[in-house]
């Protein structure tokens, strides 16, 4: 089955610093989406990103879809911005494959 | 804005027991997911549901799991005899299309989950 792999795993910030994270994944895909996981668990979408680019605020990212990745960026950090944060893949059939997550720690 | 809504968002139950997890997807989508999510681990596919029947199920949805959209509304995962490996977070999630036929969007929109805790 297809690989997602984010990196890296984990990232501590001082508030105020941008950050890039990592998904690539192992073969053509027909949708990708970025999560963000909050302390209490829940999944907030963050993008829906087959290719191209997006912003939404501090947040941004980006899919070459061509290249099997996709790049999340986080600017001006915050300490709210912390939690995990998943790329997931839909192959056919619309089941998401998620990746392990990079987990991310905002230090005031 | 719509949501997905889960009931109950904490769940501890002894092992040997059955257990139902139920959702309330957003209402003008017509596929619906089950995934969960061990501690500390990833989230896992674990079921997809549409037209009143599964569409794809993961080795994990075995025979002990089974889902069901009881009505119009509502769409259930049950748990007939839970085990301590069963314990984990549980999402329900939903979106309006399978794969974008004629440009639609496929986005999945997730619950806040249920946490089945197996004692």
């Known amino acids: 089955g297809i690989q997602v792999e984010q990196s890296p795993p984990d990232l501590i910030l001082q508030e105020g610093a941008n950050s890039t994270l990592r998904c690539n994944f192992s073969?053509?895909?027909?949708?990708l989406q970025w999560f963000h996981q909050n302390p209490w668990g829940q999944l907030i979408n963050l993008f829906y990103i087959p290719s191209g680019t997006k912003q939404n605020g501090r947040l941004s990212a980006t899919t070459v879809a061509t290249e099997r990745y996709s790049l999340l960026y986080i600017s001006s950090s915050q300490t709210t911005d912390s939690g995990v944060y998943f790329c997931a893949v839909v192959m056919s059939g619309n089941k998401l494959v998620f990746g392990a997550g990079t987990i991310l720690r905002v230090k005031s | 804005e719509p949501e997905v809504t889960q009931t109950p968002s904490h769940q501890v139950t002894q092992m040997g027991q059955e257990v139902i997890l139920r959702c309330v997807p957003i209402?003008?989508?017509?596929?619906f997911y089950w995934y969960r999510q061990i501690l500390g681990q990833k989230v896992e596919f674990l079921v997809s549901f549409y037209n009143n029947e599964i569409s794809e199920k993961s080795e994990i949805f075995d025979d002990q799991f089974s889902v069901e959209r009881p009505d119009g509304s509502n769409f259930t995962l049950k748990i007939r005899s839970t085990k301590l490996e069963d314990s984990a977070m549980y999402f329900c999630?939903?979106?309006?299309?399978?794969?974008?036929?004629?440009?639609?969007?496929?986005?999945?929109?997730f619950g806040q989950g249920t946490r089945l805790t197996v004692v």
């Open positions: 209402s003008n989508h017509l596929y």
């Open positions: 999630a939903s979106s309006d299309l399978l794969i974008p036929r004629t440009g639609g969007n496929t986005e999945a929109f």
């Open positions: 073969d053509s895909v027909n949708n």
